[in-house]
T-cell receptor, first 114, second 111 residues
Framework: DAGVIQSPRHEVTEMGQEVTLRCKPI?????LFWYRQTMMRGLELLIY????????DSGMPEDRFSAKMPNASFSTLKIQPSEPRDSAVYFC???FGSGANVLTFGAGSRLTVL | GENVGLHLPTLSVQEGDNSIINCAYS??????FIWYKQESGKGPQFIID?????DKRQGQRVTVLLNKTVKHLSLQIAATQPGDSAVYFC??????????FGQGTELSVKP
């Protein structure tokens, strides 16, 4: 298996532009997580899905952020409009089942908003 | 609560020595606790986990200790190697599947 696949790996954009980050979870995994990592705030959970349904989005910073999971093999995290403070590395992770099963992370998408 | 900080806690050890990385947690209702390792430029990787009804679990060269009385978790790495240099995150999860992480500790292994 190729693991969790994220794209793009790097994105540089200007303030006000729309940003879409993409994630393909491991085949057969039914839980998907989006995290944001910065030096200031560490690794923050933004939202997670079970069986394509959002379960907890309390970590989503504000209305500019939205996440979707239209099917079991694809998820997007969208920021519109983007701001410089959104600059971070965004990780997607997936696992089979729920509870204590191991979460497998993607390589991350590094976003820079100028 | 939030993890806010300008600098990661750091731990520097000599190759071959044992390392102990500590973590304090806040949610007593967590079902399990977990340690991940993150190398530069990569996503976090699972190391070991422990259920909340246990106080010790051993893996290959690693041991996790859980002290629920003082809400403290530690990761012990035996015979630390240069390849162990990374940032280590503790995390806590609930039965519903939510998993949150602490700030992280940077481990540096000197040859």
């Amino acid at each position: 298996d190729a693991g969790v696949i994220q794209s793009p790996r790097h994105e540089v954009t200007e303030m006000g532009q729309e940003v879409t980050l993409r994630c393909k979870p491991i085949s057969g995994h039914n839980s998907l997580f989006w995290y944001r990592q910065t030096m200031m705030r560490g690794l923050e959970l933004l939202i997670y899905f079970n069986n394509n349904v959002p379960i907890d989005d309390s970590g989503m910073p504000e209305d500019r952020f939205s996440a979707k999971m239209p099917n079991a093999s694809f998820s997007t995290l969208k920021i519109q409009p983007s701001e410089p403070r959104d600059s971070a590395v965004y990780f997607c992770a997936s696992r089979f089942g729920s509870g204590a099963n191991v979460l497998t992370f993607g390589a991350g998408s590094r976003l820079t908003v100028l | 609560g939030e993890n806010v900080g300008l600098h990661l806690p750091t731990l520097s050890v000599q190759e071959g020595d044992n390392s102990i990385i500590n973590c304090a947690y806040s949610n007593s209702a967590s079902d399990y606790f977990i340690w991940y390792k993150q190398e530069s430029g990569k996503g976090p990787q699972f190391i070991i986990d422990i259920r909340s009804n246990m106080d010790k679990r051993q893996g290959q060269r690693v041991t996790v200790l859980l002290n629920k009385t003082v809400k403290h978790l530690s990761l012990q790495i035996a015979a630390t190697q240069p390849g162990d240099s990374a940032v280590y995150f503790c995390g806590q999860g609930d039965q519903g599947g939510k998993l949150i992480f602490g700030q992280g500790t940077e481990l540096s292994v000197k040859p």
